[in-house]
Nanobody
Framework: QVQLVESGGGLVQAGGSLRLSCAAS????????MGWFRQAPGKEREFVAA????????SYADSVKGRFTISRDNAKNTVYLQMNSLKPEDTAVYYC???????????????WGQGTQVTVSS
């Protein structure tokens, strides 16, 4: 089992940047692909980005491609989401999750953090 804890959320102005972190513990972190999802009030949880075990492969939702960057530091058991050029539409609770493969559906992920709030003002 893997335990995940997100941090780094907050309030930013449109056009600003924010860096989210997800600290992992439990089973070997390096064996899991990691993903970021987000959920706004009244909306379904949606895929944001994912990264493979070693970080060689990444995947992004079209809505964030070119603005967000996912990365991982296996030595620190941490995955990051660098968010630039933030828009009000990015406002949501952001969750990190662990899977054995890169996927875009929440059901493909086995372990989840509690989430961190990101609010982008306009």
């Amino acid at each position: 089992q893997v335990q995940l804890v997100e941090s780094g959320g907050g309030l930013v102005q449109a056009g600003g940047s924010l860096r989210l972190s997800c600290a992992a513990s439990g089973r070997t972190f390096s064996n899991y692909a990691m993903g970021w999802f987000r959920q706004a009030p009244g909306k379904e949880r949606e895929f944001v980005a994912a990264i493979s075990w070693r970080g060689a492969r990444t995947s992004y939702a079209d809505s964030v491609k070119g603005r967000f960057t996912i990365s991982r530091d296996n030595a620190k058991n941490t995955v990051y989401l660098q968010m630039n050029s933030l828009k009000p539409e990015d406002t949501a609770v952001y969750y990190c999750a662990a899977s054995f493969t890169i996927g875009v559906q929440p059901s493909e992920y086995d372990y989840w953090g509690q989430g961190t709030q990101v609010t982008v003002s306009s």
